[in-house]
């Protein structure tokens, strides 16, 4: 199973992205999907998570100004970033868990840089 992101980039603070993650490959069915950030000598962390029944999880960065929604149709999970702040700068990882053709699997995707100016 691959994981395909997009739509990371450059933007000024208060300003918005949508983050895009496709799940490709023997996709037979997805349960959890996410995104985690990561900075420079800092841990991995989990920005926000859905199950396969629509159920989120957000770091309490995130509340209130990120909104994660997946299209299970497309296997594709996206992040949807208001109120940005520099704050928010990192590589963005896009993460699911599931079952492929033949077994369970956990894929990562190769990260997309977002960086907000002040």
């Known amino acids: 199973v691959q994981l395909v992101e997009s739509g990371g980039g450059l933007v000024q603070a208060g300003g918005s992205l949508r983050l895009s993650c496709a799940a490709s490959?023997?996709?037979?069915?997805?349960?959890?999907m996410g995104w985690y950030r990561q900075v420079p000598g800092k841990q991995r962390e989990l920005v926000a998570s859905?199950?396969?029944?629509?159920?989120?999880t957000y770091a309490e960065s995130a509340k209130g100004r990120f909104t994660i929604s997946r299209d299970n149709a497309k296997n594709t999970v996206y992040l949807q970033m208001n109120s940005l702040k520099p704050e928010d700068t990192a590589v963005y990882y896009c993460?699911?868990?599931?079952?492929?053709?033949?077994?369970?699997?956990?894929?990562w995707g190769q990260g997309t840089q977002v960086t907000v100016s002040s």
């Open positions: 993460n699911a868990n599931g079952i492929d053709g033949s077994s369970g699997f956990v894929a």
């Open positions: 490959g023997s996709v037979f069915s997805i349960n959890a």
């Open positions: 859905i199950t396969s029944d629509g159920t989120t």
